[in-house]
């Protein structure tokens, strides 16, 4: 008896082991099958990497298209190899001014570009770049479409017209010169009977000072002053201007103006095919244009400034200040494109949020900002305007 249950225990302790070691090896096998999921899963996304297609509205030399760069480096290296934008200038799918269109259709997934060139569909788009000067400038706007309620409005200007889009906004542009033209303007008559390039709301705007105004994209500006189609124009910016060459047709520049004083670039998507992305890859498009917003403007101040200097000192151009009468008859002019658009429901609920934004936003810019020219003056000279 004492032996049989000797033996006896000793068959339970093997079956019990035996029964230990089967649920540890079916354990391992699972976890190593996790865990080989685990691997195996990133290996599949990047299988599956999403490349889409985004054309820009500038030339081909246009630093525009090194701003665009920018946004679309972010968005590259952040994505990680899974998500991934392919860049295209000016006119290798679609004319400039066709961007939207084209991403609208398909045809293209994103477009780099801004409202005033679609403005056409409705006036109420040039307000998201292009419109009139209630004192904010371009960084005060970029904040109304993030935290005043633009980015709402442009939304619903989108679903009005049957947009198939998704849109976000960067880089604060700073206020547009008045342009190149054949002499120095020293007064608004100066400007009747000049026929000028301009986009968006400032071509009724400038129409209202006595010029005819031709719309055109940047590529095609000094093809038109050639033919005599245009006698003076604007673009938007030192580097621009003297890429495109227009040292080489005109040698006078008027700086600043109201004309285009607060514009920001329009990054577009096909909205279906950004719905279909996951919600991390969307993520990336919109923040990476914030990101963007920051490397842009640094960009420009560092590029602007040089070709400023470089306009004069190697191409003879020859720099004046827009005398102030031209400043105060662009506010009339506003006033006037303003009382006829407002007649329009959503152009008016549009500009009476930005007049609210910069009642309350400025008011406190203004007695707070220090004199920053006070000081440039104390350190490097008076300024000869």
Same mark, same amino acid.
């Given at each position: 008896?004492?032996?049989?249950?000797?033996?006896?225990?000793?068959?339970?302790?093997?079956? /019990?082991?035996? /029964?230990?070691?089967?649920?540890?090896?079916?354990?391992?096998?699972?976890?190593?099958?996790?865990?080989?999921?685990?691997?195996?899963?990133?290996?599949?996304?990047?299988?599956?990497?999403?490349?889409?297609?985004?054309?820009?509205?500038? $030339?081909?030399?246009?630093?525009?298209?090194?701003?665009?760069?920018?946004?679309?480096?972010?968005?590259?290296?952040? #994505?990680?190899?899974?998500?991934?934008?392919?860049?295209?200038?000016?006119? #290798?799918?679609?004319?400039?001014?066709?961007?939207?269109?084209? !991403?609208?259709?398909?045809?293209?997934? #994103?477009?780099?570009?801004?409202?005033?060139?679609?403005?056409?569909?409705?006036?109420?788009?040039?307000?998201?770049?292009?419109?009139? !000067?209630?004192?904010?400038?371009?960084?005060? $706007?970029?904040?109304?479409?993030?935290?005043?309620?633009?980015?709402?409005?442009?939304?619903?200007?989108?679903?009005?017209?049957?947009?198939?889009?998704? $849109?976000?906004?960067?880089?604060?542009?700073?206020?547009?010169?008045?342009?190149?033209?054949?002499?120095?303007?020293?007064?608004?008559?100066?400007?009747?009977?000049?026929?000028?390039?301009? !986009?968006?709301?400032?071509?009724?705007?400038?129409?209202?000072?006595?010029?005819?105004? !031709?719309?055109?994209?940047? $590529?095609?500006?000094?093809?038109?002053?050639?033919?005599?189609?245009?006698?003076?124009?604007?673009?938007?910016?030192?580097?621009?201007?003297?890429?495109?060459?227009?040292?080489?047709?005109?040698?006078?520049?008027?700086?600043?103006?109201?004309?285009?004083?607060?514009?920001?670039?329009?990054?577009?998507?096909?909205?279906?095919?950004?719905?279909?992305?996951?919600?991390?890859?969307?993520?990336?498009?919109?923040?990476?244009?914030? #990101?963007?917003?920051?490397?842009?403007?640094?960009?420009?101040?560092?590029?602007?400034?040089?070709?400023?200097?470089?306009?004069?000192?190697?191409?003879?151009?020859?720099?004046?200040?827009?005398?102030?009468?031209?400043?105060?008859?662009?506010?009339?002019?506003?006033?006037?494109?303003?009382?006829?658009?407002?007649?329009?429901?959503?152009?008016?609920?549009?500009?009476?949020?930005?007049?609210?934004?910069?009642?309350?936003?400025?008011?406190?810019?203004?007695?707070?900002?220090?004199?920053?020219?006070?000081?440039?003056?104390?350190?490097?000279?008076?300024?000869?305007?």
């Amino acid at each position: 008896m004492t032996v049989h249950m000797k033996v006896g225990k000793p068959e339970k302790a093997d079956a /019990s082991k035996a /029964s230990r070691r089967r649920f540890l090896k079916r354990a391992a096998a699972t976890t190593a099958a996790a865990g080989a999921a685990t691997i195996a899963m990133p290996n599949v996304s990047r299988a599956q990497t999403v490349v889409l297609k985004m054309q820009g509205a500038w $030339g081909p030399t246009d630093i525009f298209n090194d701003f665009a760069m920018e946004y679309v480096d972010r968005v590259n290296e952040m #994505a990680g190899g899974r998500l991934k934008i392919e860049y295209l200038v000016a006119g #290798a799918v679609v004319k400039p001014f066709s961007v939207m269109d084209a !991403v609208n259709d398909g045809i293209l997934d #994103a477009g780099h570009w801004v409202t005033a060139y679609w403005y056409g569909k409705h006036p109420a788009a040039s307000l998201f770049g292009t419109g009139p !000067v209630f004192g904010f400038t371009a960084q005060e $706007g970029i904040a109304w479409i993030y935290k005043g309620g633009g980015l709402e409005l442009y939304n619903e200007l989108h679903d009005m017209l049957g947009l198939d889009l998704v $849109g976000f906004f960067c880089m604060p542009m700073p206020t547009q010169p008045l342009g190149w033209f054949p002499k120095e303007i020293k007064s608004v008559e100066d400007l009747k009977g000049l026929k000028y390039r301009t !986009v968006g709301l400032a071509t009724k705007v400038m129409q209202k000072l006595g010029m005819s105004v !031709v719309q055109l994209p940047g $590529g095609e500006i000094v093809p038109a002053l050639e033919r005599g189609v245009i006698d003076a124009f604007e673009y938007n910016n030192p580097t621009s201007d003297l890429r495109f060459g227009a040292p080489d047709v005109r040698k006078v520049y008027m700086m600043g103006s109201y004309h285009q004083a607060q514009e920001y670039f329009e990054i577009i998507f096909n909205k279906t095919k950004y719905n279909s992305l996951p919600a991390e890859h969307q993520a990336i498009l919109r923040y990476a244009a914030e #990101a963007a917003n920051t490397a842009n403007y640094a960009t420009a101040m560092d590029q602007y400034s040089k070709d400023f200097v470089k306009l004069q000192e190697e191409y003879g151009v020859k720099v004046y200040r827009t005398p102030k009468d031209v400043f105060e008859a662009q506010l009339k002019a506003w006033d006037d494109v303003l009382e006829e658009l407002n007649q329009d429901p959503f152009f008016k609920k549009v500009v009476d949020s930005q007049k609210a934004w910069a009642k309350r936003v400025m008011s406190y810019l203004f007695y707070n900002q220090a004199d920053y020219r006070l000081a440039y003056e104390h350190y490097f000279g008076k300024l000869p305007f």
